[in-house]
């Protein structure tokens, strides 16, 4: 086998994403109560379920083509679904990057890199 390493970073961007849209969805609410206080301060205080659905349906899509990609590798070696998902991945993760730097969360922000940097990865190798 060949695709390992691309098959365990899909995998682990496909539950990093479907869990945090799992969480978005399930308590809403929660969510929208929290970030409207945390951009509170910035241009997206009027705009914050907006972004926040933006977001979800991102990560959505991210984890649902991760693990559609994974599949792809094991059976096939095939990498379009995967790929694509590690740029849907990459393109979220710099969404909420964008995010935390507005609403200067530097610690948030550097969380967001150590995530961002497998997906870069995953997007070389499977490209």
């Known amino acids: 086998m060949n695709n390992v390493a691309s098959i365990l970073i899909l995998v682990f961007l496909a539950i990093t994403f479907l869990q945090s849209g799992y969480d978005k969805l399930f308590y809403w609410k929660d969510n929208v109560a929290w970030l409207k206080e945390h951009f509170a301060k910035t241009q997206l205080k009027n705009h914050v379920p907006l972004a926040l659905l933006n977001v979800l349906i991102l990560e959505l899509i991210s984890g649902i083509l991760c693990v559609v990609g994974a599949i792809e590798l094991v059976v096939n070696s095939g990498r379009l679904f995967g790929f694509y998902g590690a740029i849907f991945s990459s393109i979220t ?13 530097y610690d948030g922000a550097r969380t967001i890199v150590i995530y961002f940097i497998p997906a870069v990865i995953a997007v070389y190798w499977l490209n």
């Open 93 to 105: 993760l710099l969404m909420l990057l964008f995010g935390q730097r507005l609403a200067k969360d």
